[in-house]
C-alpha cells in the first residue's frame, strides 16, 4: 500500500513539473516572438538610399609654373644664365600670344654642390646650382595648353626649364556643388519611392542626411576619393556628388 501510494505521489510531481515547464516555455516563446516583431518593426521603419548626380564643366582657370634652372663652377656664371634663361622663356611666351601681366617671375635661388668620395664630402664645392620659377596664371586655358605642347622648339635652343605641365581649374564650382546636390536629392528620392512601391509601402519624410565629396575628374573618369578628387590636367572635366538620405517608410 505504502508503495502504491509514493508512486502516485510521484506521478503527480513529475506532471506537475511537466506542465510547468511547457508553460513556461510557451512564455518564453511568446515573449522571444513579441521582441523580434519590435525589432523587425524597429528596423524597417526606414530606408537608407544614395543619390547622384553629374554635369560636365570646362576649366576657366590655369596656373602654370616653370622652373628654370642653370649650373656652372661660378654662382655668378650660373645665375647670369637663368637671367638669360628667364628672358627667352618670356620671349617666347609673349610671341606666342601671352599678356606680359600673366608672367610671374620669382626670385633666384642658389647652392652648391659639393664633392663626395665614397658618401662622405670633401668639402670640396664642384659647382653652383641656380633656379628661377617663372609662374602663369590665365584664364586662356587653351593658349596656355597650346604654349606648354609647344615648349620644345625653345628646349631645342639649349634653355634648362622644367616644365611641370598646367593646371587647369573650374573657377565657378562653389556655384555647381548646391546645383548638384539638390539634383542628387532628387535623384535619391526616386530611388527610395521605387525601393518601398516594390513591396508595398511608402516612402515618408527624411530623417537624415549626408551629403559627399565633390569629385572633379576627366570626363567618362570612374575614379573616386573618400576625400574628394580634383583632376587638374584636363580642360574638360566632370562635376559629381552623391548624398545618402535617410527616409521613413510607412
Same mark, same amino acid.
Not at 575614379?223 to 548624398?243: E, L, N
Given at each position: 500500500? $505504502? ?5 502516485? =505521489? ?19 516563446? !511568446? ?5 523580434? /516583431?519590435?525589432?523587425?518593426? +524597429? ?7 544614395? &543619390? ?12 602654370? %609654373? ?5 649650373? #656652372? ?7 647670369? +644664365? ?9 620671349? !617666347? ?16 635661388? %642658389? !647652392? ?8 662622405? @664630402? ?5 659647382? !653652383? ?9 590665365? =584664364?586662356?586655358?587653351?593658349? $596656355? +595648353?597650346?604654349?606648354? /605642347? &609647344?615648349?620644345? #622648339? ?5 634653355? /634648362? ?8 581649374? $573650374?573657377?565657378?564650382?562653389? =556655384? ?24 508595398? @509601402? +511608402? ?7 549626408? @551629403? ?9 573618369? $570612374?575614379? %573616386? ?12 572635366? @566632370? ?8 527616409? =521613413?517608410?510607412?
Amino acid at each position: 500500500m $505504502v508503495n502504491e501510494f509514493q508512486e502516485k =505521489k510521484l506521478s503527480r510531481r513529475s506532471i506537475t513539473t511537466i506542465a510547468a515547464a511547457l508553460i513556461l516555455a510557451v512564455g518564453m516563446g !511568446y515573449g522571444l516572438s513579441l521582441v523580434g /516583431n519590435g525589432l523587425s518593426a +524597429k528596423a524597417g521603419n526606414s530606408i537608407t538610399v544614395t &543619390g547622384s548626380a553629374k554635369t560636365s564643366a570646362v576649366a576657366d582657370n590655369a596656373v602654370w %609654373t616653370l622652373n628654370v634652372s642653370e649650373m #656652372s663652377q661660378q654662382v655668378s656664371v650660373a645665375v647670369k +644664365k637663368i637671367g638669360t634663361s628667364v628672358d627667352a622663356l618670356s620671349k !617666347y611666351l609673349i610671341a606666342g600670344g601671352l599678356a606680359s601681366d600673366a608672367i610671374e617671375i620669382g626670385g633666384v635661388t %642658389t !647652392y652648391a654642390n659639393n664633392e663626395y668620395v665614397n658618401g662622405n @664630402s670633401t668639402g670640396r664645392i664642384i659647382s !653652383y646650382q641656380a633656379n628661377q620659377n617663372v609662374v602663369i596664371r590665365s =584664364k586662356d586655358v587653351e593658349l $596656355v +595648353k597650346k604654349l606648354s /605642347n &609647344g615648349m620644345g #622648339s625653345l628646349l631645342q635652343t639649349g634653355v /634648362n626649364i622644367n616644365n611641370y605641365g598646367p593646371m587647369f581649374y $573650374v573657377s565657378n564650382l562653389d =556655384k555647381l556643388r548646391p546645383q548638384l546636390l539638390a539634383e542628387a536629392m532628387v535623384d535619391a528620392k526616386a530611388r527610395g519611392v521605387s525601393i518601398t512601391k516594390a513591396v508595398g @509601402s +511608402k516612402l515618408g519624410p527624411v530623417l537624415a542626411v549626408t @551629403s559627399g565629396p565633390v569629385q572633379v575628374t576627366q570626363p567618362d573618369s $570612374v575614379d %573616386t576619393s573618400a576625400g574628394g578628387m580634383y583632376d587638374t590636367s584636363s580642360i574638360p572635366k @566632370s562635376v559629381s556628388v552623391t548624398v545618402s538620405v535617410s527616409f =521613413k517608410v510607412n
